[in-house]
Each structure stands twice: as C-alpha cells, then as structure tokens.
C-alpha cells in the first residue's frame, strides 16, 4: 500500500507543479516509478496528508528556513489555515511580492505538497482548536506542529490530541469539496504562469482493496482523488448490486474505529494517510427485508448479518443461532442430504460466536426441516427472523451519561436507544428529538418536552473522545435522514450562522431508494453464494490491511511531516484563487480562508489578529463575499430556511451544567467563544477588530426579553452589513475560518426541520408527535414564559473600527391578523451599541436595554439622538453619552398600524412556544423571533423581524427597507403588517462628509 | 418453525401449564404488603380449583400440578419462580429470601420438559417474574422491591433475542400487578396514576405501537391472555362480582374467548391470575 499511495501521490504532484521548481520536481517524478524506493517515499509522505516525512524537507530546506526568516511571509503565513497555504503557494505565480518570491523558491515543496496540504490540513487544523484562543500563537504553533509534529497524527498520540485530530479530520471531509474546486481554479491559473510546463497531466490512480461481504477482496485502481462515490459504484459494479443505498464502505483507524466513507467527499482526505483499504457493509439495515427488491440485495444483507452474528455484534439466543445457521446452510448447501452431509459437515461452518457441539447438532436438525428451501427463500427466512432481534440493525457507542456511568447509545432506523449494560434504560425515537448535536467530546439531544411538561431538556452524554462524537453524530444525522425523511436535506448554508459542521447526508432516503428499487427491471441476477466458511474464519469486522498497524502507523508518521514541510512553503500563496473558492460552494469553511487572503493587501497584521475572533464566534457571511449588495439582499433567507438554520437562538430557561454548552443557540455557544476570544485578544492588547459577536449576546437578550414581552411568535431578523471594503471582507474571512475551526467541534443537526409532510407519516410515532410537529416547525424553542413585562427588543450594532457609519436598523413586526391586539409598543426600544475606538482597539459595548435602562459601559463620547415617531404610549428615549471618537445621530421612526393597541403588555396569555432565528449576510443581520402564544381562545402568532443593515452611504436604506418589508410580507402572506420601526444611527462626521 | 417466538401469530400459544397447590401455611404466613382480612382457605382452594380446572379442562392444556409446601407459604405463586420464553427457562432468585426455595420444584419440573434451563445464582440478583411482562416483542421488567438491576441483565442475558426495558415500580408490589398482556400487542392497564405512568415509560422504551386496554381497576388489569389453537383468543379475566366495571371493559373484546376467574381470597396476599401459572409451549408437543 505504502508504495502504491506513494505513486499516487507523486502523479499528482507532478500534474499539480507549476514550474519553477520543476527541476527539482523532475527529478522526484523520474523517480516516481514504481520501483523506486526513493521516489515513493518522498511521494507518499507528501502526498499522504501526514505522511510526508523528511524527503520533502529535504528537497526544500533552505526554502523553508527561508520563509521561516522573512517576517511577512511568517505573518501572513499564520493566518492562513494550513490548508490555504497550500492554496497560496500555487498561487504564488501570481503577483505577491515578497510572498511570491519565497512561495517561488519553494513551490516545488509546495505544490508537491499541495496534494498532501489537503491532508495537511489536518494537522493545522489540530491547532487551530487551540489557536482559538489564541490564534497566533496556535498558528505559529501549528507550523511547528507540522514540522515537528508528524507522528501527532499517529494512534498513539491520538489520546492527547484527539480533539485536534478529529477535528482536523472533519474540517478535512467538509472542506474537501471545496478545496479541490479551488485548486483546479489555481490550475488553471497556474497553466497561465507556466503554460508550457503544465501542458500534459496524467491522471495518477492508487490502487485500493475493498474486503467484501463473502470474504473476498475486490481490487481496483482509482483516480487520485476520486471521491468516494466513484469507489463505491465500483464495488457495487462489481457485486452487481443495485439496490446499494442500504450499504457504505467503511475505512478503520484502528480496530475499533470505523468510519463510514463520505461518498461526496475525496477519498484521499478522508482516509488521510491510512492505507487504500475499506470494507464493503450493510450501512441501513432495513427493518423489513423482504420489502427489498432484489434477492442479491438480501443475499448481501445476510452476509452482513452473518458476520454480525459471528462477532458477536448482534447478540443471539442459542435457538436463534440454530435456527439461523440452519437457513444458512440451507441457502449454501441446500437440501440436506445424509449422504453428502456427514456428521460433522458443520463444523465447517461458524454460526455463532460460540459454537457447542450441542448448537451444532440443533443445527444439523433444522436443517432437514427446510427441505425445499430455495437459497433465496431460506436467505428470506434468516431476514425474517434475523430482523426481529433486539440488537437488528443498532449501532452502538460507548458512552457516558451525565454522572459518569457507562453506557451505550444505540442508533437504529427508529431513534436511539440508551443502554446500560444489556438493559435497556431509555429510548428517543427520531421523532421525540428536535436537535442533535456534539460539541468536542460530548453529545446531545435535545428532546421534545414530556406531556405536561414546558421545556425541551437536553440531555448529554460523554464520549471518549471528539471523534467519537462526531461519528456519532454523524451516524445519527445519516440514520435519521435515511428512515426518517422522504429526500436529504440540503446542508446547511454557510450565510445563517451554522456553526460546526455542514455534514448532511447526501445519499437516497429509504423512500428513494424503494422508489428507484421499483423500478429495477431486470432478470434476478445470477450470483453465486459462497460458502460462509470463509467468510466465518476471519472475518469479525476488522479489515485485514487494518490489521497491520504498523503499516498504518509508518504512514501516518511520514504524512505528518511532509505536511508540516508544505505548509510552510505555503505560506506566500495566491489570493485570487481563495477568492474564487469563495463562490463555488455552500461549505462555507473552505472559503473562509481564501477571502482572508483577499484583504490582506488591506488589512493590516493588526487585522489579522482580529481574525481570530470573527473564527470563534461566527459563521456570519463565509459566502457572498463576493456578491453585491443586492445579491446580499436577495439571499436573504426565507423564515423557513431561518427555522431550520436557527432554531437555536434562544436560551433555555434554566441550563444545567450540560445544557449551558449544548442548549445555548449556536449563536450562544459561538458568543462563549467570542468572548473567550475576546478576552484573550484584551490581554493580548491586539488592537483591531470588528467584532459581530456582540451581536449575538444580545440575541440572547433579545430572545428572553421578547419573549417575556408577550406575543405569540416573534421573529427577529437582523441584519448587519457592513461597508467597510476592508473590514468586510475581513470579517467575512475570519468568520468564516471560525467556522472551520467551529466544524471541528461542533457539528448540529435538527431532525425536524423540515417540513411535515417531508416526514415520513407512516413512520410517524404517535400521532401526538405529529401534531406537534406542525407547531414544531415554528417553535422550537420555548424560552421563556411571558411575564408581562414589556417588550424590550435590543439591538447592538458594532461599528467597525475604521470607518463604520450608517447602520439602518429595521424592525418589521407581523402579526398574524387575528391578533389585533398583540403588538406591543414598547419593542420600539432600541439599543444602539457605539463602537469605541481606543488606541486603535475597538471595543464594542453590549448594552442591553431594559425598557427604560441604558447602560453604557464604555468610555462615552458619542452623541447620540433618538427621535421617536410613533402613537406608541411607552417610549424610551435612549441617549447614550459619549463615546470618543465617533458621533452618531440616531433616529427612530416606527410606524404602526392604527388598530394596535399598544397596551398588550398587561395582557398575558399563555406562551406556547418562542423561537428565534439569526441569518446574517455581510451587510444585513437578520433576526427573526417568532412567539405563539394562546390568548384567550385564540392563536397568535407573532413575528418580529428586526433587520440590521450596516454600512455606508452606499446603501441605499429606503430601498433596504422596503426590501425587508416586501420580503416580510412574501413570506408571510397570511400576516399583516402591523409595525415597522426604523431606527437610524449615523455617524455624524461621515455624514457631513458624505 | 417458529423462530423468535414465531412473532405475533405465535403469542400465548402454549401447550402445558405448571401450577402448585396452596399450603395450608398460606392463610398466616405468607407475605402480604397490606395487613388485612385472614385468607379463608377453603374458599381460596375452590378458587384456585377452578383457575387450575379451567386450564385444564376448558382449555386442554397439560397442566402440572406440583404439591403444595407447608415451609413455602407463598409457593402457589409459581410465576415468580421461573420465567419461560419459548423453549428457554430462567429459575429465578425471588426478592423474598423466604421464596427462594420454591425454585427448586419448578426447577425439576422444567427439566422434566427439556427446557433450557439458566438459574440465576448471582447472589446480587433478585427477580420476580411478577415483575416480568413479555410482550411477544420484548421484555419489560420491573424494578421493585422484589427485582433489581442485576436481576434484569441476567434475564437479558439469558433471552437475547428481546430487548429488555426496565420500567420503575414504586406503589405496588409487582409490575404485573397492574398490567399484563391481554393479546397480541394489547396491553391491560390499570387506571391508577403508577399504573398509567408505568404503560407511558413501556411506550416510550419500546420501538412498537402496542395498544392499550384500560381498565378501572388496577388489579383488574392482571388478566391472562392464551392463544389456543382450537379456542383462538382466550382471556382470563377477574370476575365481574369482583371488578364490574374493569369486566365490563374486557367483554368488550370480542374476539376474544372470556372466561371470568373469581380470585377473591388469594388477592388478599397479593395473588393475581398470572401468580399462579407458568406457561410453557412446547413445540415438539405439536
């Protein structure tokens, strides 16, 4: 294997080199041969993500050290994720200037390495946990680690770091997509740098072994970077299997490790530097097989279970491994015949983990009762028994539960299950969970609250690592899309404020896949059963390559230098290409980087540091950087897609100990991040940054207080745009690496989503479920129970450093008509958060306004105006004093229907369910707060939009305005208009200017 | 065959019965969870007389009669004893130390049908197959005074095809004594608050729909269900002179065979209909 990846590797090295150091590239390629020993070293230990070891140091030593030396390429070089030095480096033909030169001197290593960088990656990536409180040091860390550090990847390192290495590993799945687009654009514009170098690409292939069902091993040969989609139509090719969605290959980190291969994802950054080895197995177990089409589809589903029985994964009673090994031998030998069956034919066979004579004996005699069995019926009679048992089709994790005791969570078609020891302690079928979600090692669910019950509880769980959660996650997420849903879900856009991992299943659903089944119109296939001898001897699950872990280890070791050399060389790489990454994809996390370096020739270093906060707290616009402001506008999300991305955004009630982290909105738990970062950025004194984080504290805020104000469903939307050229897309880009370094740790899942009758109804548990559900869809998230408090929206609004200074807050109120009375007059509060600059350190100010309370925590210079237009009984003026610098005048209008009474305050109803939701565009954010409630007999809903738009003269506000009030009203047909509010600040200086 | 029980048709299909006769020991000594009138023998042995004549006689089962015990007071109650699913049997360890030699007789009875036989012998474990509900589907088990969490995982252990939920039991003695299968995914269910809790926790833990038969009286709910191949759907149940509203609740069911069974006297000391019988179906009787 070692060699084969190594030749891989090298192809594509070779087709991805630029040119100047071709020499030195030559010579590898020549080398690049098969048999030679010193090419595939160094080719595999670049190409493998951590397995590039010292030849690549070698070739390009003095580059390195180069780079090392020259103080901007090192500057720039730690911002950038590892990755997209990689990226850099290819651009480096571009014009850089000193980056350039550097990159120049080093693309060989560099573009050598690219194919590795991708692999690379996760190495940095480990750090960039780290970096996330500190980013400059995680990064300057993370070269070093890469350098260093090759073996980190290793098994044995992987305890320590084995948050660093999952996430590194995801950041890789999500972010290949992504990468890959962006490299063909570098190498296209490579071509033009080097044109004639570039000309002939051959396409390199690694060979890899896929271990099938019935024991034996299918080889092939595979483009480089084939995605797994293209390996798995092989195999089932191959077998002649169409009906192939209930299946997967999987690739083992060890032996206990298994991880499903992402078919819409490169195989080469899954596997990273493990060997080119998968196993073919039943991935969805179908709950009813004889629903299966095909006979050769329930051939293989029995293969699988064979094997799970053998190895003991799918517990049995002794009868019920009599009766099953008796369809076996039945569907292998057929009838019994005295004759050709001697005593002891048998033995040969492997029913169960621990096969007695006695077992043996029962098996022998129930083999003779199924004279006449066809090998399809008999295999049909295995399913039918086979699927009844208890363990069917569960996957189960280790786990811990909230005090620390062991047990297992068990994911299956109908939910997941909780066990301790072999009892079964808890069940949550799929449609009792609104939310899953991992953060680090940990687990939760987030369950619909109990009969009589107000609230959501989140319930925790412990695993034994990062990774662990995330596969689990994930296996939730596929499981629960497969059996649950009638088609996939789109993942989730980078522009609404997704934190953590994109990962969606991409795979048919079940629905789809019997859909496509029935139209399967060809003679049964002939396939020949192969005796279950072979396959009992060895096979218990692990892959044979897998077993020799050595092989495993060498690999990982050498990749993790290699990619540490590569990053290096990196460094210098080219924007432009990041810029275009930026488009392609939804995967917000690749671009994140590409856009950084699209400022940096404006953005200072200062900058740069700031970047490590945007990473924490937000996901805020990753894409778009490159739209336009309209396009910006015409993005904004339909309320349902603001439920689906955010049904987070309101605290629960009262969190435990667990829920803190978990039932925190994403916006909450990336605001904990932000502060963190926050803080570490004031100890650090880094000076300049823009800082949105704020805005999503007082989301939070918001959140509680509308709730407790008393309408039914408010949506808040707000949007923050900010104009500034640089520190737009500077934010952007460090948002959006937030992100990446977000995916790693938290990965979030709603299961309801989408829309009922997207659902399954058969499937339905209860029918209480459903007609939850339909609430669901909008309330998910309860937060607080009104107390008859006033309204107090709030609103903070950060101004950039350099320049910022308009923002238009716009806040659309829509009530659903029968509530007439609901409106409440106080929501006109707004706070208005100056933005200070200190001593080039800006320092935003959260001020949460109670109805009648400003607090103003910083150093006060700024002027600022509120002009109340409205009937509205209740209203504050807010005045904040000053704040250096920046003078702001602020106006308010709000403009309400007549019909409204404005004193709804008093009137309580009963809250039924509150929900917000943030979308963020690069100039917008968009806050949607959504409240039910039940007054008096009647149903109302409420939706509050509030809108932010940030930016400079160049917006044009009145269009902005009736931008949202138009889309408010499309998306909500059945709703009136009852209240708008518009809430002018401006800097006082720019305007005059302007 | 009949694998795993041969799924729902298979349910209550059963071909013998074990019984035990009532000591005399019973009226004083055996264990009661409410102090309350005296255990009128006589009457209390025409009772069990007709529950044992009616598996007998009406239903044709081959009952086994094991004598009583004058040292085991409680022996009658044969269902805590032993658990038997299909062809396997779990002897149990009753939580009553007093009880635990009543295992014995059933455990040679048991051999004698060439059942499976797994003893529980951990000595942290206790169990009574009153607290045992088996759907056909799966296990529930209830964790009372009587049954604990090792006694559950042995009984998961030993029946691995079937998921086994636990399923808390404060306010009364056994799970069984407010719930109990009346058919094929029907469940009988009391109406008391732990009654109805109990069936929300079975629900929740359970990946099938099963329904439901709610009756007034919580004792009531205890009933036997068999499935007789010449009979079809047969329903023990309490008589309606002792629970009238829960009998009328159960002459709803009409495709079921309903036979009344007064069980006044041992009620008194914590019997139900299910106490008294072990049911074993022994294909190879067929």
């Given at each position: 294997m070692t060699t084969e990846v190594g030749s891989e590797t090298e192809v594509k090295k070779d087709s991805e080199?630029?040119?100047?150091d071709k020499a030195k590239d030559k010579p590898e390629e020549a080398s690049e041969?098969?048999?030679?020993q010193k090419s595939r070293e160094t080719s595999s230990g670049e190409a493998q993500d951590s397995s590039v070891p010292a030849p690549t140091n070698q070739s390009s030593p003095s580059s390195q050290k180069k780079e090392k030396s020259s103080p901007e390429s090192k500057g720039i070089s730690r911002f950038l994720p590892p990755w997209l030095k990689k990226q850099k480096s290819y651009t480096l033909?571009?014009?850089?200037?000193e980056p350039k030169k550097k990159a120049t001197g080093e693309e060989q290593v560099v573009e050598e390495s690219e194919s590795q960088a991708l692999e690379g990656v996760a190495q940095p990536r480990k750090s960039l946990e780290e970096a996330t409180e500190n980013r400059q040091n995680a990064k300057a860390g993370d070269r070093e680690k890469h350098s260093i550090s090759?073996?980190?990847?290793q098994p044995s390192k992987e305890d320590g770091k084995e948050t660093e290495v999952e996430e590194v590993a995801e950041k890789k799945e999500e972010k290949q997509e992504e990468k890959r687009e962006t490299k063909e654009v570098q190498t296209a514009e490579i071509k033009i740098d080097n044109i004639p170098q570039k000309s002939p690409k051959k396409i390199k292939t690694v060979q890899c072994k896929v271990m099938l069902l019935d024991g034996t091993e299918y080889s092939c040969d595979l483009?480089?970077?084939?995605?797994?989609q293209v390996l798995f139509d092989k195999v089932c090719e191959h077998l002649n299997?169409?009906?192939?969605?209930y299946f997967g290959l999987l690739f083992y980190e060890n032996s206990e490790q298994k991880n499903w291969?992402?078919?819409?994802?490169e195989i080469k950054r899954q596997i990273r530097?493990?060997?080119w080895i998968f196993t073919f197995n039943v991935k969805f177990y179908p709950?009813?097989?004889?629903?299966?089409?095909?006979d050769i589809t329930r051939y293989f589903l029995c293969l699988q279970l064979r094997q799970d029985i053998v190895s003991g994964r799918l517990p049995c009673s002794f009868v019920t491994h009599a009766l099953l090994g008796s369809y076996t031998l039945q569907a292998e030998l057929g009838d019994h015949d005295p004759e050709e069956h001697?005593?002891?034919?048998?033995?040969?066979?492997?029913?169960?983990?621990?096969?007695t004579q006695e077992m043996e004996e029962k098996v022998a005699e129930l083999h003779k009762t199924?004279?006449?069995?066809?090998p399809a019926q008999a295999d049909s009679q295995f399913l039918e028994n086979a699927k009844?048992?208890?363990?069917?089709?569960v996957d189960l994790h280790h786990a811990k539960d909230s005090e620390g005791v062991d047990i297992m969570l068990g994911v299956c078609a109908n939910g997941l299950l909780i066990y301790k020891d072999r009892l079964r302690i808890n069940r949550f079928a799929w449609p009792k969970i609104l939310k899953i979600s991992y953060k680090r090692s940990n687990f939760y669910i987030k369950v619909r609250p109990a009969e009589l019950e107000q609230f959501e509880s989140t319930i925790g769980f412990k695993l034994p690592n990062h990774r662990a959660a995330k596969r689990l996650w994930k296996v939730c997420v596929e499981h629960h899309t497969f059996f649950r849903l009638l088609s996939p879900e789109q993942p989730?856009?980078?522009?609404?404020?997704t934190l953590g991992?994109?990962?969606?299943?991409s795979g048919r659903t079940q629905a789809q896949t019997r859909q496509a089944s029935n139209l399967i119109?060809?003679?049964a296939p002939y396939f020949e059963r192969t005796s279950s001898k072979r396959v009992s001897r060895?096979?218990?699950?692990?892959?044979m390559g897998i077993s020799d872990q050595s092989l495993v280890r060498d690999f990982s070791a050498t990749g993790g230098q290699a990619a540490g050399d590569k990053i290096i060389d990196l460094e210098?790489?080219?924007?432009a290409k990041l810029k275009e990454g930026g488009r392609?994809?939804?995967?917000s996390p690749l671009k994140t980087p590409q856009l950084e370096f699209t400022q940096d020739g404006k953005i200072s270093s200062l900058r740069v540091d700031g970047e490590n906060i945007y990473v924490r707290h937000s996901?805020?616009?990753?894409?778009?950087?490159?739209?336009?402001q309209d396009d910006l506008l015409k993005h904004q999300a339909s309320i349902s897609e603001l439920k689906r991305n955010f049904m987070e955004s309101t605290p629960e009630p009262r969190p435990n100990e667990w829920e803190k982290r978990r039932i925190t909105p994403l916006s909450l738990q990336t605001q904990g991040s932000s502060h963190e970062t926050l803080d570490i950025v004031e100890e650090k004194k880094q000076a300049e940054f823009g800082i949105e984080e704020t805005l999503v504290v007082d989301e939070t805020n918001k959140g509680k207080m509308q709730v407790a104000t008393d309408a039914g469903e408010t949506c808040k939307v707000e949007h923050v745009s900010k104009k500034d050229s640089s520190s737009l897309p500077s934010d952007s880009s460090s948002s959006s690496s937030s992100s990446e370094s977000e995916d790693e740790e938290v990965g979030e899942y709603h299961p309801?989503?989408?829309?009922?009758?997207?659902?399954i109804r058969e499937e339905q548990e209860d029918e209480e479920d459903m007609k939850r559900k339909e609430h669901e869809e909008n309330t998910q998230h309860v937060e607080a129970?009104?107390?008859?408090s006033k309204p107090v929206p709030v609103e903070h609004t950060q101004v950039t450093v350099e320049d910022l200074v308009h923002e238009n807050t716009i806040t659309v109120a829509t009530e659903e008509?029968?509530?007439?009375?609901?409106?409440?007059?106080?929501?006109?509060e707004e706070k208005e958060e100056e933005q200070l600059k200190l001593n080039g350190d800006v320092s935003h100010v959260d001020i949460d306004v109670a109805p009648q309370l400003i607090c103003c925590s910083e150093p006060p210079v700024v002027k600022t105006e509120m002009v109340t237009i409205s009937d509205?009984?209740?209203?504050t003026e807010i005045s904040t004093k000053e704040i250096p610098i920046v003078q702001t005048e602020t106006k308010t209008i709000t403009y309400e229907?007549?019909?409204?009474?404005?004193?709804?305050?008093?009137?309580?109803?009963?809250?039924?369910s509150a929900q917000t939701i943030t979308s963020e565009s690069i100039s917008t954010t968009t806050t949607t707060h959504i409240t039910k409630m039940v007054k008096g007999g009647v149903s109302e809903t409420r939706i509050e939009k509030r809108i932010v738009i940030t930016g400079d003269?160049?917006?044009?506000h009145d269009e902005a305005l009736a931008q949202a009030i138009k889309e408010a009203k499309e998306q909500h047909?059945?709703?009136?208009?009852t209240r708008v509010v518009v809430h002018k600040e401006t800097e006082l200086a720019e305007e005059d200017e302007d | 065959m009949a694998g795993l029980g041969g799924g729902l048709a298979a349910f209550?299909?059963?071909?013998h019965a074990v019984v035990r006769a009532l000591p005399e020991s019973l009226c004083r000594q055996a264990l009661r969870s409410v102090a309350g009138p005296e255990v009128d023998l006589a009457r209390a042995e025409r009772e069990h007389q007709l529950y044992v004549g009616v598996l007998?006689?009406?239903?044709?089962l081959q009952v086994l009669e094991l004598p009583a015990d004058e040292?085991?007071?409680?022996?009658?109650?044969?269902?805590?004893?032993a658990v038997v699913c299909e062809e396997t049997a779990l002897l149990t360890r009753p939580?009553?130390?007093?009880?635990?030699?009543?295992v014995e007789a059933m455990k040679r009875v048991l051999e004698s049908l060439n059942l499976n036989i797994v003893e529980m012998?951990?000595?942290?474990a206790t169990l009574d197959g009153g607290d045992v509900l088996f759907t056909g589907r799966e296990f529930f088990v209830g964790l009372s005074k009587r049954t604990n969490q090792r006694g559950a995982e042995i009984l998961a252990d030993t029946f691995k095809d079937y998921a086994v939920s636990t399923v808390p039991v404060h306010d009364?003695?056994?799970?069984?004594s407010f719930c109990s299968m009346a058919g094929p995914n029907l469940i009988a269910i009391g109406s008391s608050e732990a009654a109805q809790k109990a069936l929300k926790t079975m629900q929740q833990m359970s990946d099938h729909r099963y329904d439901k038969l709610t009756v007034p009286d919580d004792a009531a709910a205890n009933c036997i269900y068999l499935n007789i191949p010449s009979k079809g759907h047969v329903l023990l149940h309490r008589a309606p002179e002792e629970y009238p509203e829960s009998a009328k609740v159960f002459e709803k069911l009409k495709d079921h065979m309903l036979i009344p069974i007064a069980n006044t006297e041992l009620e008194k000391v914590?019997?139900?209909?299910?106490?008294c019988s072990v049911f074993i179906n022994k294909a190879s009787e067929l």
């Amino acid at each position: 294997m070692t060699t084969e990846v190594g030749s891989e590797t090298e192809v594509k090295k070779d087709s991805e080199q630029l040119g100047p150091d071709k020499a030195k590239d030559k010579p590898e390629e020549a080398s690049e041969t098969p048999g030679d020993q010193k090419s595939r070293e160094t080719s595999s230990g670049e190409a493998q993500d951590s397995s590039v070891p010292a030849p690549t140091n070698q070739s390009s030593p003095s580059s390195q050290k180069k780079e090392k030396s020259s103080p901007e390429s090192k500057g720039i070089s730690r911002f950038l994720p590892p990755w997209l030095k990689k990226q850099k480096s290819y651009t480096l033909a571009e014009p850089k200037d000193e980056p350039k030169k550097k990159a120049t001197g080093e693309e060989q290593v560099v573009e050598e390495s690219e194919s590795q960088a991708l692999e690379g990656v996760a190495q940095p990536r480990k750090s960039l946990e780290e970096a996330t409180e500190n980013r400059q040091n995680a990064k300057a860390g993370d070269r070093e680690k890469h350098s260093i550090s090759s073996a980190e990847i290793q098994p044995s390192k992987e305890d320590g770091k084995e948050t660093e290495v999952e996430e590194v590993a995801e950041k890789k799945e999500e972010k290949q997509e992504e990468k890959r687009e962006t490299k063909e654009v570098q190498t296209a514009e490579i071509k033009i740098d080097n044109i004639p170098q570039k000309s002939p690409k051959k396409i390199k292939t690694v060979q890899c072994k896929v271990m099938l069902l019935d024991g034996t091993e299918y080889s092939c040969d595979l483009e480089k970077r084939a995605r797994g989609q293209v390996l798995f139509d092989k195999v089932c090719e191959h077998l002649n299997l169409l009906e192939k969605d209930y299946f997967g290959l999987l690739f083992y980190e060890n032996s206990e490790q298994k991880n499903w291969l992402d078919s819409s994802k490169e195989i080469k950054r899954q596997i990273r530097s493990l060997p080119w080895i998968f196993t073919f197995n039943v991935k969805f177990y179908p709950p009813d097989p004889s629903q299966l089409t095909e006979d050769i589809t329930r051939y293989f589903l029995c293969l699988q279970l064979r094997q799970d029985i053998v190895s003991g994964r799918l517990p049995c009673s002794f009868v019920t491994h009599a009766l099953l090994g008796s369809y076996t031998l039945q569907a292998e030998l057929g009838d019994h015949d005295p004759e050709e069956h001697s005593s002891d034919y048998i033995s040969e066979f492997q029913f169960a983990p621990n096969q007695t004579q006695e077992m043996e004996e029962k098996v022998a005699e129930l083999h003779k009762t199924h004279r006449g069995l066809t090998p399809a019926q008999a295999d049909s009679q295995f399913l039918e028994n086979a699927k009844r048992l208890s363990m069917y089709g569960v996957d189960l994790h280790h786990a811990k539960d909230s005090e620390g005791v062991d047990i297992m969570l068990g994911v299956c078609a109908n939910g997941l299950l909780i066990y301790k020891d072999r009892l079964r302690i808890n069940r949550f079928a799929w449609p009792k969970i609104l939310k899953i979600s991992y953060k680090r090692s940990n687990f939760y669910i987030k369950v619909r609250p109990a009969e009589l019950e107000q609230f959501e509880s989140t319930i925790g769980f412990k695993l034994p690592n990062h990774r662990a959660a995330k596969r689990l996650w994930k296996v939730c997420v596929e499981h629960h899309t497969f059996f649950r849903l009638l088609s996939p879900e789109q993942p989730p856009k980078a522009k609404f404020l997704t934190l953590g991992s994109k990962f969606r299943y991409s795979g048919r659903t079940q629905a789809q896949t019997r859909q496509a089944s029935n139209l399967i119109d060809r003679p049964a296939p002939y396939f020949e059963r192969t005796s279950s001898k072979r396959v009992s001897r060895s096979l218990d699950g692990a892959p044979m390559g897998i077993s020799d872990q050595s092989l495993v280890r060498d690999f990982s070791a050498t990749g993790g230098q290699a990619a540490g050399d590569k990053i290096i060389d990196l460094e210098a790489a080219g924007r432009a290409k990041l810029k275009e990454g930026g488009r392609e994809e939804d995967e917000s996390p690749l671009k994140t980087p590409q856009l950084e370096f699209t400022q940096d020739g404006k953005i200072s270093s200062l900058r740069v540091d700031g970047e490590n906060i945007y990473v924490r707290h937000s996901n805020l616009m990753l894409e778009d950087l490159d739209k336009t402001q309209d396009d910006l506008l015409k993005h904004q999300a339909s309320i349902s897609e603001l439920k689906r991305n955010f049904m987070e955004s309101t605290p629960e009630p009262r969190p435990n100990e667990w829920e803190k982290r978990r039932i925190t909105p994403l916006s909450l738990q990336t605001q904990g991040s932000s502060h963190e970062t926050l803080d570490i950025v004031e100890e650090k004194k880094q000076a300049e940054f823009g800082i949105e984080e704020t805005l999503v504290v007082d989301e939070t805020n918001k959140g509680k207080m509308q709730v407790a104000t008393d309408a039914g469903e408010t949506c808040k939307v707000e949007h923050v745009s900010k104009k500034d050229s640089s520190s737009l897309p500077s934010d952007s880009s460090s948002s959006s690496s937030s992100s990446e370094s977000e995916d790693e740790e938290v990965g979030e899942y709603h299961p309801h989503h989408r829309a009922i009758e997207e659902v399954i109804r058969e499937e339905q548990e209860d029918e209480e479920d459903m007609k939850r559900k339909e609430h669901e869809e909008n309330t998910q998230h309860v937060e607080a129970i009104p107390e008859g408090s006033k309204p107090v929206p709030v609103e903070h609004t950060q101004v950039t450093v350099e320049d910022l200074v308009h923002e238009n807050t716009i806040t659309v109120a829509t009530e659903e008509k029968n509530l007439s009375e609901q409106i409440k007059q106080d929501v006109g509060e707004e706070k208005e958060e100056e933005q200070l600059k200190l001593n080039g350190d800006v320092s935003h100010v959260d001020i949460d306004v109670a109805p009648q309370l400003i607090c103003c925590s910083e150093p006060p210079v700024v002027k600022t105006e509120m002009v109340t237009i409205s009937d509205a009984t209740q209203r504050t003026e807010i005045s904040t004093k000053e704040i250096p610098i920046v003078q702001t005048e602020t106006k308010t209008i709000t403009y309400e229907s007549s019909q409204l009474d404005g004193n709804a305050v008093g009137d309580t109803g009963v809250l039924v369910s509150a929900q917000t939701i943030t979308s963020e565009s690069i100039s917008t954010t968009t806050t949607t707060h959504i409240t039910k409630m039940v007054k008096g007999g009647v149903s109302e809903t409420r939706i509050e939009k509030r809108i932010v738009i940030t930016g400079d003269a160049d917006i044009d506000h009145d269009e902005a305005l009736a931008q949202a009030i138009k889309e408010a009203k499309e998306q909500h047909p059945d709703m009136s208009v009852t209240r708008v509010v518009v809430h002018k600040e401006t800097e006082l200086a720019e305007e005059d200017e302007d | 065959m009949a694998g795993l029980g041969g799924g729902l048709a298979a349910f209550g299909r059963c071909t013998h019965a074990v019984v035990r006769a009532l000591p005399e020991s019973l009226c004083r000594q055996a264990l009661r969870s409410v102090a309350g009138p005296e255990v009128d023998l006589a009457r209390a042995e025409r009772e069990h007389q007709l529950y044992v004549g009616v598996l007998r006689g009406k239903l044709g089962l081959q009952v086994l009669e094991l004598p009583a015990d004058e040292s085991l007071p409680d022996c009658v109650f044969v269902e805590d004893v032993a658990v038997v699913c299909e062809e396997t049997a779990l002897l149990t360890r009753p939580g009553a130390p007093s009880r635990r030699k009543e295992v014995e007789a059933m455990k040679r009875v048991l051999e004698s049908l060439n059942l499976n036989i797994v003893e529980m012998v951990d000595e942290n474990a206790t169990l009574d197959g009153g607290d045992v509900l088996f759907t056909g589907r799966e296990f529930f088990v209830g964790l009372s005074k009587r049954t604990n969490q090792r006694g559950a995982e042995i009984l998961a252990d030993t029946f691995k095809d079937y998921a086994v939920s636990t399923v808390p039991v404060h306010d009364s003695l056994h799970l069984k004594s407010f719930c109990s299968m009346a058919g094929p995914n029907l469940i009988a269910i009391g109406s008391s608050e732990a009654a109805q809790k109990a069936l929300k926790t079975m629900q929740q833990m359970s990946d099938h729909r099963y329904d439901k038969l709610t009756v007034p009286d919580d004792a009531a709910a205890n009933c036997i269900y068999l499935n007789i191949p010449s009979k079809g759907h047969v329903l023990l149940h309490r008589a309606p002179e002792e629970y009238p509203e829960s009998a009328k609740v159960f002459e709803k069911l009409k495709d079921h065979m309903l036979i009344p069974i007064a069980n006044t006297e041992l009620e008194k000391v914590d019997g139900s209909l299910t106490c008294c019988s072990v049911f074993i179906n022994k294909a190879s009787e067929l």
